[in-house]
């Protein structure tokens, strides 16, 4: 299933501040403080991954930033696989 998401220039303005902490707020089980702090570091970036998360997380009710899960960087997110028996899996590059 295709879709098309539409933004204003206006409303990309708004990234980072104040979207990461209102998107943070509105969906903490998509956003930790790791890619809160991500985000920050690099302000130009990440728009997009989280735009995506949010609409994806919306439609279907999946967590869509696996590639985030396959790093034993982002504990948090490592500890969730474990719970649902995916780590494996993600980590090998099969989901």
């Known amino acids: 299933m ?10 990309r303005a708004a990234w980072p501040d104040p979207l990461v902490s209102q998107w943070r707020h509105l969906c903490p089980d998509l956003f930790d403080q790791d ?40 504990p948090g997110k490592v500890e969730r696989l474990h719970l649902l028996g995916l780590f494996g899996l993600v980590h090998a590059g099969c989901v």
């Not at 990440?46 to 034993?72: M, N, Q």
């Open 35 to 74: 890619d809160e702090r991500l985000v920050w570091n690099q302000r130009s970036y990440h728009f997009k991954e989280w735009l995506a998360a949010i609409y994806l997380f919306h439609r279907d009710g999946t967590h869509v930033l696996l590639s985030k899960y396959a790093y034993r960087i982002h």
């Open 2 to 11: 295709d879709a098309e998401i539409y933004f204003t220039r206006q409303q």
